[in-house]
């Protein structure tokens, strides 16, 4: 039996379902960022048979075998009769299209106490939260990353002694589905100065420096509200960035300062909004190209692996562009054969 976080010691414990099957498939759903709403009879919440969902309560899903699996919180709550569940939430509950939703949930209802048109149904939105020891497994196999890719802007080369001046991120999937964008301009921090050579360029980018200066916010508002943004995407997040070692160093150090996270994942103690070490967009590429390492570089790639997306020093601009050669560079790498071997003795 997976034991349970002591942040949970006192939360309501629920499975999907009214079979272990059932409840090992939704389940899975929710781990897989598909499913992000539920419904349930009125009757039997009145009836005490389950607990009444609680907007803002954080709930623990259990699996098919009783354990603990996940946690999520409870966004929004409305009653309806079944004949006025709209397609939008029927979707929401990731199990099919309408047709197929009606059809299953009927036949539940009709199993657990009565169907009729007109019941009343409390239906429900949420997030997943944390995914708790006994929904590792399911999770590691059945969820899609989201890669955020950051493109960031700044008035040095490094933000020991410089500062950010704005940055934007796209949230895409490995095939290229969008799940929204963020953008933000930054203040300069008073504890750093512009450098030389950096300011000297962007005197040669008038237009940029206008557009990565104006409207600029502190950063110990943005960088919060960018750690929210994450959180709030499906699934496992994964930062990306071309190049890591440049782009990825500004947000990871803002993002330690200001909001109590990393861009990188691991056995912290801080908040976690992104999975493993990250993606290196500039690494990728030049392996991927076959190029030997001094031939490696952003600006070799065709024009069409960046959606003829021109490259403008914008941060958004610049994201979007890197996003689109993020999905031209998982359709090769989908190409090569895998790679096969003894296990590893790397822990």
């Not at 010691?9 to 539920?38: C, I, M, R, Y």
């Not at 009927?106 to 944390?130: I, Q, T």
């Amino acid at each position: 039996m997976s034991k349970l976080p002591p942040q949970y010691a006192n939360a309501n414990q629920f499975s999907f379902g009214d079979s272990p099957e059932l409840a090992d498939e939704l389940l899975a759903l929710v781990l897989a960022g598909k499913k992000t709403a539920t419904c349930g009879a009125l009757r039997d919440y009145q009836a005490g048979k389950e607990a009444m969902p609680v907007v803002g309560r954080r709930d623990v899903v259990l699996n098919g075998a009783g354990e603990p699996a996940a946690a999520i919180e409870t966004l929004s709550l409305e009653t309806r009769r079944f004949e006025d569940v709209d397609v939008a939430f029927a979707e929401a509950e990731g199990e099919g299209p309408y047709a197929k939703w009606r059809a299953e949930h009927e036949a539940y209802f009709e199993r657990n106490g009565g169907y009729s048109p007109d019941m009343e149904l409390v239906c429900e939105r949420f997030r997943l939260v944390e995914v708790l020891p006994a929904g590792r497994a399911v999770y590691n196999r059945v969820a899609s990353p989201i890669f955020v890719v950051t493109d960031i802007e700044a008035d040095g080369p490094t933000p020991l002694h410089s500062s950010m001046l704005s940055f934007a991120s796209v949230a895409i999937d490995a095939d290229g589905k969008s799940y929204g964008e963020f953008e933000a301009v930054l203040t300069p921090r008073a504890d750093r100065k512009p450098d030389a050579t950096t300011m000297a360029w962007w005197a040669s980018q008038p237009e940029a420096w206008d557009y990565a200066t104006k409207g600029a916010e502190a950063p110990e508002i943005v960088m919060p509200r960018f750690a929210d943004w994450v959180d709030a995407l499906p699934g496992p997040k994964v930062f990306a960035a071309a190049p890591m070692m440049f782009d990825g160093l500004w947000m990871d150090h803002y993002l330690d300062e200001y909001a109590g996270t990393r861009v990188l994942g691991g056995p912290f103690k801080t908040r976690q909004i992104f999975r493993g070490g990250g993606v290196c967009l500039y690494t990728m590429a030049g392996t991927l190209r076959g190029a030997p390492y001094l031939d490696w570089g952003m600006s070799k790639l065709p024009a069409e692996f960046y959606g003829h997306i021109p490259h403008t020093h914008r941060a958004i601009d610049d994201a979007r562009g890197f996003a689109q050669v993020l999905v031209e560079l998982f359709k090769l790498s989908r190409a090569l054969p895998a790679i096969t071997g003894s296990a590893s003795d790397f822990r």
